[in-house]
């Protein structure tokens, strides 16, 4: 009975850590000038294909991070596995403010070769936060 109690609550936790972490993120968005950000225009930008200046090559964030946000990826260059990003597989997910505003900017610069904007941060945390593998 204890260990199901610990489960269910430790599930709570998580998602309403992410939740915070999430809704902290498109309120500072939203102050930017964007009033709306769709989980749908996310999913179109985590599949976009897009040159890197310097090396000619294609990337994209499945490169990495595969099309299905419940998978383990791989980072192409140096091999690290990645945990899934789907916080409904893993529960740490959107959970640190920090990493998250640290890792888009990483990997914004990495796959597009530019900071993501505020737009493209905030549709792409509706897909992250909501994929059920549709």
Same mark, same amino acid.
């Given at each position: #009975?204890?260990?199901?109690?610990? =489960?269910?609550?430790?599930?709570?936790?998580?998602?309403?850590?992410?939740?915070?972490?999430?809704?902290?993120?498109?309120? *500072?968005?939203?102050?930017?000038?964007?009033?709306?950000?769709?989980?749908?225009?996310?999913?179109?930008?985590?599949?976009?294909?897009?040159?890197?200046?310097?090396?000619?090559? =294609?990337?994209?964030?499945?490169?990495?991070?595969?099309?299905?946000?419940? /998978? *383990?990826?791989?980072?192409?260059?140096?091999?690290?596995? =990645?945990?899934?990003?789907?916080? =409904?597989?893993?529960? *740490?997910?959107?959970?640190?403010?920090?990493?998250?505003?640290?890792?888009?900017?990483? /990997?914004?610069?990495?796959?597009?070769?530019? *900071?993501c904007n505020a737009q493209e941060k905030g549709d792409l945390l509706?897909? #992250?936060?909501?994929?059920?593998?549709?």
């Amino acid at each position: #009975m204890r260990i199901k109690l610990t =489960i269910v609550l430790s599930l709570i936790l998580s998602s309403s850590l992410y939740a915070s972490v999430v809704d902290e993120l498109l309120t *500072e968005y939203r102050a930017t000038g964007v009033e709306t950000f769709s989980a749908k225009a996310g999913k179109a930008l985590w599949s976009q294909e897009f040159i890197n200046a310097k090396t000619g090559k =294609i990337r994209q964030c499945t490169t990495c991070h595969t099309a299905d946000l419940r /998978n *383990e990826g791989k980072h192409i260059r140096t091999g690290k596995i =990645i945990k899934p990003l789907a916080p =409904i597989t893993n529960p *740490e997910r959107l959970t640190n403010l920090k990493k998250t505003r640290k890792w888009f900017k990483r /990997n914004c610069k990495w796959t597009l070769g530019r *900071e993501c904007n505020a737009q493209e941060k905030g549709d792409l945390l509706l897909f #992250m936060q909501n994929f059920n593998g549709e």
